[in-house]
């Protein structure tokens, strides 16, 4: 008896499932290297899961980044200028 081992495709472990709810963490760098590798495995295998993933990939760039919580420091002074004017009288 012979054992015939898998040749055909490439199993990367990972289900188009898992890609879908793994996408954020991947593309934040949020996951191990060898999860990564896997579902980079399995992106270059699947054209929908790439596909998706570049979606998200798009729409997090085109995102707004965070609001800065303290004003830069020109408008700061340019704050401060507008106080001291209205206080000066
Ligand atoms: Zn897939």
Redo the contacts with the bound molecule.
């Keep these: 008896m012979k054992d015939h081992p898998p040749t055909q495709g490439v199993d990367s472990g ?3 499932r898992e ?1 879908a709810d793994r996408a954020s963490d991947y593309l934040e760098e949020r996951l191990p290297i060898f999860t990564r590798a896997k579902i980079e495995l ?2 270059a295998s ?1 054209s ?2 790439h596909d998706y993933v570049g979606q998200i990939s798009l729409v997090k760039d085109s995102l707004p980044r965070l609001p800065q919580e303290l004003p830069s420091p020109i408008k700061r002074l340019r704050l401060r200028e507008l106080f001291v004017a209205s206080h000066s009288h």
Excluded: A, E
């Design positions: 990972v289900t188009c890609i399995h992106l699947c929908g899961c």
